[in-house]
């Protein structure tokens, strides 16, 4: 556990996001800063230094918006009374969900303490090929709505408009720190949100020099682009800094994709055509076998699985879906199972490395294996943390976890050439 030093004040980072995948790709943003970075699973703290950054998972993706804004503004409390000092509302760089409810969640109780806050949100990522420009949201240059995004099985988006997006909200073109700050003030007089054109790494480097100078006024919204310039902006001069330590997976790496987005499919088709031989054992149940967390487990058990198993085992959700139900409730039911089946292979075969792809199946997964809390090290490739998990009983394992739609071809392979040391 990092020491902290007895003169640093206490300076807690408080991150409220909307999937487990984007708590831990805006935590690691931090702990690339060298910030003491901690993801929240249960409902107790883990152990925290005075200066650190804490986040959590709030699952309101696919929450309508009433909702998503309650246990927004309900989290928002508890970080508060928590000690936090600054809160980071962390949403999907291409807006899926319920953004604008829980923007007004967060406003709600942040403004209990700070009257006079607003929020400032850009969600642009511009390393991840997301900007703003012109009011419009666009992701490699494509509108929002005419990008994959626009189809998204569970939550497609229809506009790129923020003026849709986010009705009622004023739109800021991007320009140095002065400007911004002027800029910024400005329509904070007259809108509870301010969005912020980006198009590039220094725009987000000036808008958090102007919301530090803000303080507490200003609740920053946005991407794990943003929070990466903001880690730098907050982090105090002469402070503690985490150690970064290297790792080298010699066990068994389970993959575990519970994605529906075509990058993440794309993705393990390519590890599996660059593998030596290409004969990964790739394990794939039908809707039947999870119907049920114990159907799960029993499926798991028939597999020929012995320790210390194969060097890589890949978990994938399958494609069918029982007829009637729920596109959401189907989803999450499968991301119950396949966390089930996880925990039954897991012990079976050594597995040393879980590589989650997948908010869904990251939380259920983290669940099935008792994880308290896990302790977010440091980046293998843009928006891809790699993570210590502690769970109940003090057992340690290594965790990654990605979003569906994060990084190109190789991405994936990427991640696991980094985790064998290669």
Not at 132 to 142: E, K, M, Q, S
Not at 170 to 195: C, F, M, N, S, Y
Not at 274 to 283: E, K, N, V, Y
Not at 358 to 366: C, Q, S, Y
Request: include cysteine; charge should be neutral.
């Amino acid at each position: 556990m990092h020491s902290i030093s007895g003169g640093e004040q206490p300076l807690r980072i408080a991150i409220l996001a909307d999937d487990m995948t984007g708590a831990g790709d805006t935590a690691v943003q931090f702990a690339e800063r060298r910030w003491p970075s901690y993801l929240q699973r249960a409902d107790e703290l883990p152990p925290l230094p005075a200066v650190s950054a804490l986040a959590r998972s709030l699952n309101t993706r696919a929450l309508p918006g009433r909702a998503a804004a309650s246990l927004t503004e309900a989290a928002t409390k508890a970080m508060l009374e928590a000690g936090t000092s600054r809160l980071y509302l962390k949403v999907d760089s291409t807006m899926r969900g319920s953004v604008a409810a829980q923007l007004e969640g967060a406003l709600r109780a942040w403004r209990e303490l700070h009257p006079r806050s607003f929020v400032v949100l850009c969600p642009a990522y511009p390393a991840m090929g997301r900007t703003i420009d012109r009011g419009r949201l666009w992701v490699n240059g494509v509108a929002l709505e005419d990008s994959p995004a626009g189809t998204d099985p569970v939550t497609p988006m229809r506009s790129s408009l923020f003026s849709e997006l986010v009705p009622g909200s004023a739109v800021v073109p991007e320009g140095t720190a002065a400007w911004l700050l002027q800029a910024v003030r400005a329509a904070a007089r007259k809108h509870d949100i301010v969005v912020v054109e980006a198009s590039s790494e220094a725009t987000l480097d000036a808008l958090s020099e102007v919301i530090a100078q803000l303080g507490p006024e200003a609740l920053p919204a946005g991407s794990a682009g943003l929070a990466l310039a903001l880690a730098k902006a907050w982090r105090p001069r002469g402070g503690s800094a985490a150690e970064n330590p290297g790792i080298k997976v010699d066990g068994t790496i389970l993959i575990l994709r519970t994605s529906a987005n075509e990058v993440s499919r794309r993705q393990v088709c390519r590890v599996i055509e660059a593998w030596p031989g290409g004969d990964l054992p790739r394990l794939a149940p039908e809707a039947s076998d999870l119907s049920s967390e114990k159907s799960a487990r029993d499926w798991a058990g028939r597999l020929r699985i012995a320790a210390p198993g194969p060097r890589i085992l890949i978990l994938e959700v399958p494609a069918e879906r029982i007829d009637g139900e729920p596109l959401v409730a189907a989803s999450q039911r499968i991301a119950r199972g396949m966390a089930s089946a996880v925990e039954a292979i897991a012990a079976r075969a050594g597995v040393e490395a879980l590589v989650l792809i997948g908010g869904d199946g990251v939380d259920a997964t983290l669940a099935a294996l008792g994880v308290k809390y896990l302790r977010v090290m440091r980046r293998v490739v843009e928006g891809v943390p790699v993570c210590e998990a502690f769970g109940a009983s003090g057992q340690r394992m290594i965790v990654v976890t990605k979003a569906g739609g994060f990084g190109d071809e190789d991405t994936l392979l990427a991640v696991l050439d980094w985790l064998q040391g290669h």
